[in-house]
């Protein structure tokens, strides 16, 4: 089936340093592409979001780049801090309303 | 504040048990998802709900079942049919458009002994 998924399980990010997490997707129909970020414990927390009829779209500290052309992803964190250790999310709308999501970054930040 | 609550936090019971774990939002939103979560592993879909008295299998749902007879409340039971119950369970709800977000309780963790 159709399958969403991060390129590399871990990053390790020294302070200060930006960060990247990068995604790929394999469903054409998906339109819809949400970023999550899940602290231990606790559910996943929306960071952004991007609808396909865009390429990039900037939050606080956070931007999302989608490349439709080769179906990826990223997140890119700047001026990273400690508090964005977590594991990262990305998740597609695919073909109905359920979303489908990776398998998750672990995102480690060296102080 | 609005937002998604889910109880309890821990949750233990022994194999051949049914169990049933609680969910409820007051962000009036229409769709109403479950969601299970395994060690080094995505999101899997259990259920979902997309109205009132209305609720669809997802791609895990053998071994466990749901009721939406309130907006706000969307209870899932683990029954003993489900072969590996232990778990990390969350619970979701979105405005219930295609290009809607959804917003997640803070889980149950469950553990069948």
């Known amino acids: 089936g159709e399958s969403v998924g991060l390129h590399l399980p871990t990053l390790s990010v020294q302070e200060g340093d930006n960060s990247i997490i990068n995604c790929a997707y394999s469903?054409?129909?998906?339109?819809?592409f949400i970023w999550y970020k899940q602290e231990s414990g606790k559910g996943p927390q929306f960071i952004i979001d991007i609808r396909s009829n865009m390429d990039k779209r900037q939050g606080q500290r956070v931007t999302v780049l989608l490349n439709k052309t080769v179906k990826h992803l990223s997140l890119q964190i700047a001026a990273t801090q400690p508090g964005d250790s977590a594991v990262y999310f990305c998740?597609?709308?695919?073909?109905?309303?359920?979303?489908?999501f990776g398998a998750g970054t672990t995102v480690t930040v060296r102080a | 504040d609005g937002g998604i609550t889910q109880s309890p936090k821990y949750l233990f019971r022994k194999e051949g048990q049914n169990v049933t774990l609680s969910c409820e939002q007051n962000l009036n939103h229409d769709a109403m998802y479950w969601y299970r979560q395994d060690p080094g592993q995505g999101l899997r879909l259990i259920y979902y709900?997309?109205?009132?008295?209305?609720?669809q299998k997802g791609d895990i749902a053998e071994g466990y079942s749901v009721s939406r007879e309130k907006k706000e409340s969307f209870p899932l039971t683990v029954t003993s049919a489900q072969k590996n119950p232990t778990a990390f369970y969350l619970c979701a709800s979105s405005g219930g458009s295609r290009n809607s977000p959804l917003h997640f309780g803070n889980g149950t963790r469950l553990t069948v002994t």
């Open positions: 469903n054409s129909a998906s339109d819809y």
């Open positions: 998740a597609e709308n695919g073909d109905d309303y359920k979303l489908s």
């Open positions: 709900s997309q109205i009132v008295n209305d609720f």
